[in-house]
Nanobody
């Protein structure tokens, strides 16, 4: 199983960025997909989750209305669209997969597989 994130980078406050998570080696449509982030010196935190059916989503309060999680099962890929980025969004962003995962999965230990992370840096 491999989860490969891409799309991170350096942007200015107020800009948008979309990070992707390409999955292989698993039956993607049966997995809930989550995005987590870890800022330097801080613990990894939940950002967003989409359930295995794609019908439900859940977000960290501080990103509601700015971030959108989605999935394309035909491409075995999950996305996190990030708008109106703020310096406090700076972190390494990780995607994770949980078999038959629902939107209750907001804790890192809930997940079965993880990607290597992609850096997102937002300058003021």
């Amino acid at each position: 199983v491999q989860l490969v994130e891409s799309g991170g980078g350096l942007v200015q406050a107020g800009d948008s960025l979309r990070v992707s998570c390409a999955a292989s080696g698993l039956a993607f449509s049966f997995y809930g997909m989550g995005w987590f982030r870890q800022a330097s010196g801080k613990e990894r935190e939940f950002v967003a989750v989409i359930d295995w059916s794609g019908g439900s989503t859940r977000y960290l309060d501080s990103v509601k209305g700015r971030f959108t999680i989605s999935r394309d099962n035909a491409k075995n890929t999950a996305y996190l669209q990030m708008n109106s980025l703020k310096p406090e969004d700076t972190a390494v962003y990780y995607c994770a997969a949980k078999f038959y995962g629902g939107v209750a999965g907001i804790s890192a230990p809930d997940y079965d597989y993880w990607g290597q992370g992609t850096q997102v840096t937002v300058s003021a």
